[in-house]
């Protein structure tokens, strides 16, 4: 497949990724930095608003058996005869809740590294991972189960966030 048709379909799928995350959020921001708290500043790829308070998240698209834990430095991909390995998703992820955190003190931060459906954990989930089908579903229901002021609380400090995330 010649590179530009990959890229196509890349940017494509990351579109889809984005409107699913809208309609199961109340709001949202991509793809920003705010400050770390030391100094400097960290990216974040999503926050959602929800009933639950701010949701951050990292998607990580890949394909085949995802082998992992909460413990484990290292985690490992099997596809198609074929292994890969990364870096725990979950120290960076950590690292970004704690930055939205400490400009949203009242308000409620999870944070998940979020995986395409493509990948599979078939000896089991780490803490703060989902399979993107599943936390969109939740989230999709406790959205229209939420009543009208039931973000009240969470808007102003939301609205702060909005204001101090530089927006790549």
């Known amino acids: 497949m010649p590179v530009h048709t990959w ?3 890349r940017l494509r799928a990351r579109g889809s990724i984005d409107r699913k995350l809208r309609k199961a959020a109340n709001d949202i921001l991509m793809n920003f930095l705010v400050p770390d708290g030391i100094g400097s500043e960290i990216h974040v790829q999503y926050a959602l608003l929800t009933s639950r308070g701010v949701i951050i998240m990292d998607i990580r698209d890949v394909r085949g058996h ?3 834990s909460d413990a484990m430095e290292e985690w490992t991909v099997l596809a198609d005869q074929r292994l890969f390995t990364f870096s725990n998703p979950q120290h960076a992820l950590f690292d970004r809740m704690a930055a939205v955190k400490r400009l949203l003190p009242d308000v409620p931060v999870e944070g998940f590294v979020v995986f395409t459906n493509r990948a599979e954990f078939s000896k089991g989930q780490p803490t703060h991972v989902r399979i993107m089908d599943g936390l969109l579903e939740e989230l999709q ?3 229209k189960e939420l009543p009208v002021d039931a973000l009240d609380e969470y808007r102003s400090q939301w609205d ?6 530089v927006v790549k």
């Open 7 to 9: 890229v196509a379909l």
């Open 66 to 68: 995802v082998f992992g």
């Open 141 to 143: 229901i406790e959205k």
């Open 160 to 165: 702060q966030l909005c204001e101090e995330a």
